[in-house]
T-cell receptor
């Protein structure tokens, strides 16, 4: 079945550093989404991408839809303590079910 | 404007029992999807309800069933519970039956523990 491989699994960084994470698959998708989940909460949508090559920003967050349609990247610039959480990529093809990656756990040392 | 609400927040059951989880979608939303999130994993799609019918289903056994009511609220039922059913169960709502992912609003989930 469709699988998303998300890396890294965890990151430990200093406040102020930039963060990069990615998500790859052997399958093609036409929508890529990035979510953030904090303890005790459900995932919250950060960025949605609908076109191969698309680069979209949301504040300090920037995500890209890979040109092969098999991958996506999320960057966070100048990290702050409230960026702590688990970041999930998710993707779908047409009206098919949404598939999630396994998440990247971000920890920030002040 | 209330978001997606789920009840209960926590639940403890024993193997073989049955459980019912409840979800009220965000105001104005008509589609409800259910996800299972095991510890350390991403959410896995269970099924989606629109117009009181199951529209799409993930790779889950028939022990998992659901219902949607005329007011768009939904229930997830799991029969013959197994230890492996222990997980966070997330409900998500959206506007359109085809919005499987786009503009999904998630609730905080129900943490189910099966002993």
């Amino acid at each position: 079945g469709q699988q998303l491989n998300q890396s890294p699994q965890s990151m430990f960084i200093q406040e102020g550093e930039d963060v990069s994470m990615n998500c790859t698959s052997s399958s093609i998708f036409n929508t890529w989404l990035w979510y953030k989940q904090e303890p005790g909460e459900g995932p919250v949508l950060l960025i949605a991408l609908y076109k191969a090559g698309e680069l979209t920003s949301n504040g300090r967050l920037t995500a890209q839809f890979g040109i092969t349609r098999k991958d996506s990247f999320l960057n966070i610039s100048a990290s702050i303590p409230s960026d702590v959480g688990i970041y999930f990529c998710a993707a779908r093809l047409g009206a098919q079910k949404l598939v999630f990656g396994q998440g990247t756990r971000l920890t920030i040392n002040p | 404007d209330a978001g997606v609400t789920q009840s209960p927040t926590h639940l403890i059951k024993t193997r073989g029992q049955q459980v019912t989880l409840r979800c009220s979608p965000k105001s104005g939303h008509d589609t409800v999807s259910w996800y299972q999130q095991a510890l350390g994993q991403g959410p896995q799609f269970i099924f989606q309800y629109y117009e009181e019918e199951e529209r799409q289903r993930g790779n889950f056994p028939d022990r998992f069933s659901g219902h949607q009511f005329p007011n768009y609220s939904s229930e997830l039922n799991v029969n013959a519970l197994l230890l492996g059913d222990s997980a966070l169960y997330l409900c998500a709502s959206s506007f359109s039956k085809w919005a499987v992912g786009e503009k999904l609003f998630f609730g905080s989930g129900t943490q189910l523990s099966v002993l």
